[in-house]
């Protein structure tokens, strides 16, 4: 693979940065789109950043943002650790221009397993339906994360892809459990069923892959990508 550095305009969701970056972290930006991401490519050299953009000051930067990162070796599943998680933000007004995770896999060979219960004193949360409980890291005033705190939360699939952003939690029409409304990072929409998170936390973490969902020409409803038929009206679903 070439080493031969190349530069390139990286998006974060506050902002971008110009870097010279490798094939590799070519490849790993690249989600399939038009655009690269700086997210799922971790922590930069600072000097291989030329210049950023940063969204709230609406304004273009030399050199590099400041980058804040830790490295807390976090089991957060069963052969998923934690390696290090990180921002990038503006040295004028401090706002977030993008967050990264990095994962490991112990054994490249197994699937990850179930997700690590939390500490004893971070207590489960509770649904409001009854949907199996799910583990979650205490907010810092009551040890519950409400739903508005999960909206905007990163999503990774079972192999630790980051896959995009919670947009709404809610109930669809005639459906009985909680989903996930979900934005990808190609800009598509997806829904996620509760029971199919493993973990939520700084992050939320899915028990597999995340597909597209459908849209219902008919009503408009959004339905899960296996529906044949609208899940609402009944439409005939393409």
Wanted: proline share 7%; aromatic share 6%.
């Amino acid at each position: 693979m070439s080493t031969e550095f190349r530069l390139k305009k990286l998006r974060g969701s506050g902002g971008y940065v110009m870097a010279s970056v490798n094939d590799d972290q070519q490849r790993k930006g690249n989600l399939g789109g038009p655009d690269l991401f700086l997210a799922p490519i971790g922590r930069l050299d600072s000097e291989k950043i030329s210049k950023y953009y940063c969204n709230t000051c609406e304004k273009e930067y030399e050199g590099s943002p400041r980058i804040d990162y830790e490295s807390p070796n976090e089991v957060v599943a069963d052969n998923l650790v934690l390696l290090e998680k990180g921002q990038y933000l503006c040295t004028t007004c401090g706002s977030v221009l993008a967050e990264y995770r990095n994962f490991s896999k112990p054994d490249e060979k197994a699937d990850v397993g179930p997700a690590r219960p939390q500490a004893p004193q971070q207590p489960p949360y509770a649904a409001p339906t009854p949907e199996p409980q799910i583990p979650v890291q205490a907010a810092e005033t009551s040890g519950v994360k409400t739903f508005n705190s999960v909206i905007g939360l990163s999503v990774y699939d079972a192999e630790a892809r980051r896959v995009g952003v919670v947009k709404e939690i809610g109930i669809q029409p005639g459906q009985s459990g909680i989903i996930l409304a979900i934005t990808k990072t190609d800009g598509t929409a997806a829904v996620v069923k509760w029971e199919e998170i493993r973990k939520i936390g700084e992050i939320v973490l899915l028990g597999g892959e995340v597909s597209s969902d459908i849209r219902c020409a008919k009503c408009g409803n959004t339905n899960t990508p296996s529906s044949k038929f609208c899940e609402t009206c009944g439409n005939k679903l393409k």
